[in-house]
């Protein structure tokens, strides 16, 4: 059974940093595309960035230069860095697994979900 747990989101200040983990169980597959996204209420759930088994990474133009996916294999775990952090950042943060090689960042590619762990970042 794949499990994904997402930890760190928090309350900040506009400009600042803050570290996302998802911790997941039940998947020690290739290939396999990991990534996070993000949602806010009434509007469509957006990718955020994505890293493959290979290491490659997608990240959307938003949050490029800012934020950085990586992966820890041996911790089976996922992680976005968040820095420079802005309002419009606010969202549930949610990390996903597919069990295939990364595409694009569409959220309905990805088959497993972790239940979200809130971002909130004030001006």
């Known amino acids: 059974q794949v499990q994904l747990v997402e930890s760190g989101g928090g309350s900040v200040q506009a400009g600042e940093f803050l570290a996302l983990s998802c911790a997941v169980s039940?998947?020690?597959?290739?290939?396999?595309?990991m990534g996070w996204f993000r949602q806010t209420p009434g509007k469509e759930r957006e990718g955020v960035a994505i890293?493959?088994?290979?290491?490659?990474?997608t990240y959307a133009d938003s949050v490029k230069d800012r934020f950085t996916i990586s992966q820890d294999s041996v911790k089976n775990t996922l992680y976005l860095q968040m820095s420079n952090l802005k309002p419009e950042d606010t969202a549930m943060y949610y990390c996903?697994?597919?069990?295939?090689?990364?595409?694009?960042?569409?959220?309905?590619?990805?088959?497993?979900w972790g239940q979200g762990t809130q971002v909130t970042v004030s001006s």
């Open positions: 039940g998947y020690p597959y290739r290939p396999y595309c």
């Open positions: 890293i493959g088994a290979d290491g490659t990474t």
């Open positions: 996903a697994l597919d069990r295939t090689r990364c595409g694009s960042l569409v959220w309905n590619n990805f088959e497993y």
